[in-house]
């Protein structure tokens, strides 16, 4: 199962502040019931492709909707065959190789 | 109607090149008929937001079946209601400026 | 004070893990001094302009040093003149969003 | 020789157009001297990682400058120490095995 990186940035919504949108984008995330962190520079999500993919639609729709006359959205997926993926197992696996 | 760009960076492979998977992905995009561009960074696309998506899907799948055993794709989606966007259209208002 | 993402994809290292170099990389950070938050898809960190770039030189150096062929390295830079901008207030910002 | 992909995107300004900061960018680029291609979804640029990221640091200044509240900017570099990297053979690579 992947693990992914989602952001928007709405354009030509005469303010610097993006967290309005943002915070949408995460009303729907929960919604969507797959587990998500957010953080400063994006949320990351586990899902499967298609549950990714269809997230991504709904959040890119819903900014629209919600008023972006211009949108960027931005996914980076990361998907393995050889063993399972987490968005916890990833970070502990780092942390535990810095502690090697 | 939306600008795309999308990457793909395959894992395990034991090689450091690229092309192989690139090249295949670019098939992918030239049987489904949209417009597309090739560049050094990445491959952008013309379509609709369902268009892109079930795209990157088919891209995503086609590297895993040729054997990527990890695989990191990447998704730049550039959408605008108050303008059409094309991926000519982007490159020529920049152009112009230029020239001012 | 600008607030970034970073991440480093080494190449043709013959594993599909990426947490030998992510771990480096973070010791790095480290090293700098620099605020950082470890995630499952980059890292964040905050610093001046000058602090993040000369990390980025010094992140993707080390990773050349340690055997890396290829190597991807990726930087997303969020500055504003508006107001103070930190990981931990962007973070925030959403969540009283989200709440409302 | 690493190259890289440099894209800026101002926020409050008011405007739902990127090009005007953007043809400013590849202004500060052309001055670098650096061989560069600019496409719809970023500008790619040839250079040592020094350029790149003196170029980097110039081009984001420069919007500051020009009145940009706040501006993401985003950088992928792509590096490789065992052959030569280029622009323009890195898509002649991928065009000779689609045609394969």
Redesign the interface.
Known sequence: MP???ISI?P??T???????F??QA??VIEKSGLKF??????T?VEGT??EI?SL??EI??NA?NLG???????????????KPLT??G??E??????L?
């Not at 972006?68 to 050889?82: C, F, G, P, Q």
């Open positions: 693990v992914a990186e940035v354009l030509g005469g303010t610097t502040s993006l967290s309005d943002v915070a995460v009303k962190e957010l953080t400063a520079m994006g990351n492709l298609e993919l991504v639609k890119h729709q629209l972006a006359k211009r949108l960027l959205t931005t996914l980076k997926i990361d998907d393995r065959t050889d968005l916890k990833k970070v696996a780092v942390k535990k190789k810095i090697e």
